[in-house]
């Protein structure tokens, strides 16, 4: 991996900085479609962090000499939106330079139920009166945290994804669109998330 280095979907920042330990602060730029994650990176651990969506990357033509995409991203699009995604990894990185694609590659059904109650938690309107059951006061405790609602919300949606799972043909598929080679695939089958590196050609 080559700096300076563009961190798609970095959240709070927590594994960027692991990164900006290693290469140095600035180093690193992270962007995150979610304001209040982007704002905490910069507040927590110091980092260039930016908001923005990831099929329009507010970073220039090959400024970046590596690139990540971490899960969460490409698993909330559709095909097109992936190869948008993809295009503008290609576009801010340096030609032939390494592109990481992270995706999560299984989930538990037990994430599912989660989700499910996160949306219940957003969507809650029964009345005061009414007791809320204690895993839903435990997602007030984390907006509490974060002393903001609505992007705990959006936090804890990417955390814990609903829908199927995206196949390998699907992402293959989508490189393939953007124009982009595979280079090598590096599977976690303890945590089901794979790794591919791809190389744009310009």
Do not use: N
Request: proline share 5%; aromatic share 6%.
């Amino acid at each position: 991996m080559e700096p300076p280095i563009l961190y798609v979907g970095g959240g709070r920042g927590t594994l960027p900085a692991v990164l900006a330990g290693r290469f140095g602060k600035e180093a690193v730029v992270v962007v995150d479609a979610a304001v209040a994650m982007a704002s905490r990176a910069r507040d927590e651990f110091a980092l260039m962090s930016l908001a923005g969506d990831a099929r329009s990357l507010p970073i220039g033509d090959r400024s970046a000499g590596s690139s990540v995409c971490a899960t969460g991203v490409l698993e909330y699009c559709d095909h097109e939106s992936r190869v948008a995604v993809l295009r503008e990894l290609a576009r801010t990185t340096h030609v032939r330079s390494p592109i990481f694609v992270s995706v999560v590659t299984s989930r538990s059904p037990a994430l599912g139920v989660a989700a499910s109650a996160v949306d219940t938690w957003w969507q809650w309107a029964e009345p005061a009166s009414t007791p809320k059951p204690a895993h839903l006061l435990a997602f007030d405790a984390v907006a509490a945290e974060m002393g903001d609602r609505a992007a705990t919300y959006e936090l804890l949606k990417r955390a814990l994804p609903l829908g199927r799972d995206l196949t390998e043909q699907e992402l293959v598929a989508s490189f393939a669109t953007a124009r982009l080679e595979i280079v090598s695939l590096d599977r976690d089958g303890r945590q089901s998330i794979a790794t591919w590196l791809l190389r744009s050609h310009g």
